[in-house]
């Protein structure tokens, strides 16, 4: 099997507001089961951000509780994450996308880093 790189993703979803809250925190937590598992993903960050007013109704919801989460993982089983997103009812809206902007400030941060490195060692100065 060829070697994928594992990417950045952001997956946010809204819970509907009468969900009880215990119930919410155990659905973030199917969530990241499903990011690790079925998918086959490393979770870095997850943001509850609670309660949030919407800019209009969503299935009859003037609000929700919105949740965002950053993971990596190959790509390949994220299938397996938008099919759990829209079998559960209690979600009323989700969206994962990459994160380019993460990915590509971390290779440059990799490149500054072995940049510096190589000039401490000696390696790919100027020549006198």
């Given amino acids: 099997m060829a070697y994928v790189k594992e990417r950045i993703y952001e997956s946010m979803f809204i ?28 979770i870095e960050k997850v943001e509850r951000m609670g309660m949030r007013k919407f800019a209009y109704e969503i299935k009859k919801f003037s609000e929700g ?6 993971f990596r993982c ?10 759990f997103y829209r079998v559960t009812p209690e979600i009323i809206r989700w969206q994962t996308f990459r994160r380019f902007d ?27």
């Fill in 15 to 42: 819970i509907a507001p009468n969900v009880p809250e215990e119930e919410r925190e155990n659905l973030v937590e199917r969530v990241k089961k499903i990011i690790e598992e079925r998918v086959k993903g490393k």
């Fill in 65 to 70: 509780d919105y949740t965002v989460i950053y």
């Fill in 74 to 83: 190959d790509g390949q089983n994220l299938q397996e994450l938008e099919n």
């Fill in 102 to 128: 993460l990915e590509k400030k971390e290779r440059k941060a990799q490149r500054e880093k072995a940049a510096a490195e190589a000039v401490e060692t000696g390696e790919g100065g100027s020549e006198a």
